[in-house]
């Protein structure tokens, strides 16, 4: 084998350990993730929710949606929930319904 050969070799082995601890880095994060209790649901435009940690999270995720879409103040509300359970959908309607312990709206 030749120098150029095991460099090259050597170069591959660093990148699939680089990728492979990024991908195990990633898979932690991700379970961690997913065992957060989340315990904010936010509701943009009564379509788009999600769930957040924390209240001031939901709100800066709002007005993120607002300023993505380019809505100008006025244009758009959210809702913020805490400890929200859903409580099904209106026969025609589209939107999901909840019940939330404390509600907080813009």
């Given at each position: ?15 699939g ?19 957060t ?64 312990d ?5």
């Amino acid at each position: 084998m030749n120098n150029k050969e095991k460099i090259t070799n050597t170069l591959l082995g660093i990148l699939g350990i680089v990728l492979f601890i990024g991908i195990i880095g990633y898979g932690v994060w991700w379970v961690i993730d997913l065992f957060t209790k989340k315990p904010w649901m936010g509701k943009f435009n009564a379509g788009n929710t999600q769930n957040f940690k924390t209240l001031e999270d939901c709100r800066a995720w709002a007005q993120g949606e607002a300023d993505s879409l380019g809505k100008k103040e006025g244009e758009w509300n959210f809702e913020c929930g805490k400890n929200c359970k859903y409580t099904g959908r209106e026969a025609g309607k589209i939107t999901d319904n909840y019940t939330c312990d404390e509600i907080v709206n813009n």
